[in-house]
């Protein structure tokens, strides 16, 4: 029997990744809460097993004391005296039991009580294994969709992902490996829930990481990166050594990289810009694909005005306005996008006013009478 425990222990550790000491405690508890229901609930019952050959010990324990009132819990000076010569009134005695005892209620008993150990035991591993892992990317394969919710296999754990927290264009099927980025792990009345998500900007940045070594050795930095999930995203990178080209780090020779990425992202188009402090620079990157012919900026306000030829109005400011949208967001600026003729037109206006203002000065100092004298 006791063979037998130890190779059933040694099997669910190695199956559930769960330490032998606590299988073993929970094995304790299991027996001993079905031995104390078959002794009808009596707390002087205890059990222990071997941590080494798996052997099971179970035994009761009695009071001496000079008058029995519970048989069960005391036993007299003159017995205890004849089982152990010596032993005087208030010593505990110890007195094996037989496990064979253990009937088919107490066994089912046993049996639950390990499960529930064994299931919180998997919470525990599972909570610990991922606790720290926040912010990192993991592949997992869809096993079901639920309510608007996808479950996904990570092998010993279940990850959640929203369909709110996918790309607009994708459906997701059974068996379909998927990557994504665990944003938050917290432990429910259920167990441990791993949140994850491919909709999020530093999604896209973990990606970068995984494909881009300069990223990963820390050689270039993402200074910032703003996202529309399945549509565009924008990346400012920056690199800490100047013969190092961040942009064509991230790109790859013939642009391997940057295409795996994109492929992972199912086509959405990713706009790479080199970081500068400058920030009439930065905003001219940022609007990138679009050319910029003129850039003025108000620094307290962190308000820019961008003048664009006539034919790039609409790439600048982009679908639905994404482009500046994402600009603004990647910058930190406030951006108002006009093309060259409104341009002209206020330059103009401005002109005109001043050639007013300027006829109106000369207009006084003409209607102003010479001093006397």
């Given amino acids: 029997m006791t063979k037998e425990l130890c190779h059933v222990i040694d099997q669910i550790s190695r199956e559930k990744g769960i330490s032998k000491e606590i299988l073993i405690e929970a094995l304790e508890s ?29 035994y009761e324990t009695k009071t001496v004391v000079a008058d029995v009132q519970n048989p069960f819990e005391e036993i007299s000076v003159k017995d205890a005296q004849a089982k152990e010569p010596g032993r005087v009134e208030g010593d505990v005695l110890e ?30 591993v599972i909570f610990n294994e991922f606790k720290d892992k926040t ?17 996904l296999n990570l092998g010993k754990a279940e990850a959640v ?15 379909d490996t998927v990557r994504a980025i665990i944003e938050d792990v917290r432990v429910t009345s259920k167990g441990p829930e791993i949140l994850i998500s491919r909709a999020t900007p530093q999604f896209v940045a973990g990606l970068f990481k995984m494909e881009v070594p300069e990223i990963n050795e820390g050689l270039v930095l993402i200074k910032n990166i703003v996202r529309e999930p399945g549509e565009r995203t924008k990346i400012a990178v920056y690199s800490k050594d100047t013969a190092i080209d961040p942009v064509g780090s991230c790109v790859g020779m013939k642009g391997t990289r940057v295409q795996t990425i994109v492929r992972e992202l199912r ?3 990713i706009d790479i ?3 500068t402090d400058d920030p009439r620079m930065l905003i001219a990157r940022a609007l990138s694909p679009a050319s910029i012919d003129k850039i003025g900026i108000n620094e307290d306000g962190k308000t820019a005005m961008v003048v664009v030829n006539d034919q790039q109005l609409s790439l600048a400011i ?4 994404q482009n500046v949208r994402l600009a603004m967001k990647l910058t930190g600026w406030d951006i108002d996008i006009i093309n060259d003729s409104e341009y002209s037109k206020i330059r103009m206006e401005e002109t005109d006013k001043a050639l007013e203002t300027s006829l109106k000065k000369e207009s006084l100092k003409k209607d102003i009478p010479p001093l006397d004298g």
């Fill in 30 to 58: 299991a027996l001993l809460s079905a031995m104390r229901k078959k002794y009808g609930g009596r707390s002087n019952i205890y059990l222990n097993i071997d941590r080494q050959k798996c052997n099971i010990k179970l």
């Fill in 95 to 124: 007195f094996p039991l037989d496990l064979h005892d253990l009937g088919r209620i107490a066994a089912q008993t046993a049996k639950q009580v390990i499960f529930q150990r064994v299931r919180e035991a998997e919470r525990d």
């Fill in 135 to 151: 912010g990192q990317i993991i592949s997992g394969v869809v096993m079901r969709k639920e309510k608007g919710v996808y479950f």
């Fill in 161 to 175: 992902l929203p369909i709110k927290e996918t790309l607009p264009t994708e459906n997701l099927k059974r068996g």
């Fill in 267 to 269: 086509g959405e188009r």
């Fill in 273 to 275: 810009i080199p970081w």
């Fill in 318 to 321: 982009g679908k639905k306005g």
